[in-house]
Nanobody, 123 residues
Framework: QVQLVESGGGSVQIGDSLTLACVAS????????MGWFRQAPGKDREFVAS????????DYTDSVKGRFTISRDDGNNAVYLQMNSLKPEDTAVYYC????????????????WGQGTQVTVSS
């Protein structure tokens, strides 16, 4: 049974940093492309970042480029999202997702999802 468990969310102020973690079980983690998505109140869930197997490549949505960094630790079956210079518009539930289909921004390519962790950025 595939399980993804996120942690690290919280309430912070503008300009603060947070690191989200997602630990996977039930999969051969090194073979999976990993992604982070988020859903703000009243909005559709959107792509944030993704990382290729072996960390060969990363991809970010424009609004987080230069502020967020995705990384993975295959030895610990974990993927991380380092978030710096947080803004109120980053407030959302953040989900990690795993894909054995391909490296993509498309949510439909990710069969496995975590339960989400809340990030709230306020002034």
């Amino acid at each position: 049974q595939v399980q993804l468990v996120e942690s690290g969310g919280g309430s912070v102020q503008i300009g603060d940093s947070l690191t989200l973690a997602c630990v996977a079980s039930g999969v051969t983690f090194k073979d999976y492309f990993m992604g982070w998505f988020r859903q703000a109140p009243g909005k559709d869930r959107e792509f944030v970042a993704s990382i290729y197997t072996t960390s060969r490549s990363t991809d970010y949505t424009d609004s987080v480029k230069g502020r967020f960094t995705i990384s993975r630790d295959d030895g610990n079956n974990a993927v991380y999202l380092q978030m710096n210079s947080l803004k109120p518009e980053d407030t959302a539930v953040y989900y990690c997702a795993a894909s054995n289909i391909g490296y993509s921004r498309r949510q439909t390519w990710y069969p496995y999802w975590g339960q989400g962790t809340q990030v709230t950025v306020s002034s």
